[in-house]
T-cell receptor
Framework: KAGVTQTPRYLIKTRGQQVTLSCSPI?????VSWYQQTPGQGLQFLFE???????NKGNFPGRFSGRQFSNSRSEMNVSTLELGDSALYLC?????????????FGQGTRLTVV | EDQVTQSPEALRLQEGESSSLNCSYT??????LFWYRQDPGKGPEFLFT???AGEEKEKERLKATLTKKESFLHITAPKPEDSATYLC?????????????FGKGTKLSVKP
C-alpha cells in the first residue's frame, strides 16, 4: 500500500515569492494535516483538512493557507516568503473515523528561502 | 495550554545498554498518545498509540507505557540501527483528530 507522497522534496525560493506544496494521502484516508518542522521549534501544527474543509488551524499567519480536493489530495501555499519560513514541511494523513486514528507522515518538503 | 516535554534531549548508549525515554504531557483530556521515530531528512515513522493509563505496547526492542501524566519508551538491548530521534505526540480531546501536539524529541545515538 502506497504511503503519503509529498512533492517536491526540495525547494529553494527567494524572499517575497510564494510557494505551493503538494500532498497525496494514503488511499482511503480523508484527513490531511500539515506541520512545519524547524530545529528550534520542533513540529508545529499548521492546519487539518477533512472532506475538503479546514477542520482546525494552528497559530500561523494568514500567509499560510491550504486546500483539499475531492480526491483528498491537499496543497499548502505560503505567500510572501520570509527567511524564517525555511523548514521541513510535513504532511500526515489519517482515516479520521471514530475513535483514535494514527497519522502517517510523508517524507516532507525541504523549503529553503534565500 | 497543552504541552509535551521530552527528556533527555539527547542520549548516547552503547550497544546492548538498555534505557528509557520520557514524555510528560499536560492536556485537558487525552484522546491518545503517539510515539514516532524520525531519521535525518525523513518524515516521522509511526511506532505506537496509547490511550489509557496502564496500557503497554511492544515492538521488537521497544516498549511504550502510559501513566496519567507521562509515557516512557523503553529500549532494551539497543542496536546501532535504533539511532534516531524519537518523538512523542498527544491528541487533546478538545482538538480535531489531525491536530497532534509534539514534544521536541529525544535524539538517541547507539554506538557499537
Amino acid at each position: 500500500k502506497a504511503g503519503v507522497t509529498q512533492t517536491p522534496r526540495y525547494l529553494i525560493k527567494t524572499r517575497g515569492q510564494q510557494v505551493t506544496l503538494s500532498c497525496s494521502p494514503i488511499s482511503g484516508h480523508r484527513s490531511v494535516s500539515w506541520y512545519q518542522q524547524t530545529p528550534g521549534q520542533g513540529l508545529q501544527f499548521l492546519f487539518e483538512y477533512f472532506s475538503e474543509t479546514q477542520r482546525n488551524k494552528g497559530n500561523f499567519p494568514g500567509r499560510f493557507s491550504g486546500r483539499q480536493f475531492s480526491n483528498s489530495r491537499s496543497e499548502m501555499n505560503v505567500s510572501t516568503l520570509e527567511l524564517g519560513d525555511s523548514a521541513l514541511y510535513l504532511c500526515a494523513s489519517s482515516l479520521a473515523g471514530q475513535g483514535i486514528t494514527e497519522a502517517f507522515f510523508g517524507q516532507g518538503t525541504r523549503l529553503t528561502v534565500v | 495550554e497543552d504541552q509535551v516535554t521530552q527528556s533527555p534531549e539527547a542520549l548516547r548508549l552503547q550497544e546492548g545498554e538498555s534505557s528509557s525515554l520520557n514524555c510528560s504531557y499536560t492536556v485537558s483530556g487525552l484522546r491518545g498518545l503517539f510515539w514516532y521515530r524520525q531519521d535525518p531528512g525523513k518524515g516521522p515513522e509511526f511506532l505506537f498509540t496509547l490511550y489509557s493509563a496502564g496500557e503497554e505496547k511492544e515492538k521488537e526492542r521497544l516498549k511504550a507505557t502510559l501513566t496519567k501524566k507521562e509515557s516512557f519508551l523503553h529500549i532494551t538491548a539497543p542496536k546501532p540501527e535504533d539511532s534516531a530521534t524519537y518523538l512523542c505526540a498527544v491528541q487533546d480531546i478538545r482538538g480535531s483528530q489531525g491536530n497532534l501536539i509534539f514534544g521536541k524529541g529525544t535524539k538517541l545515538s547507539v554506538k557499537p
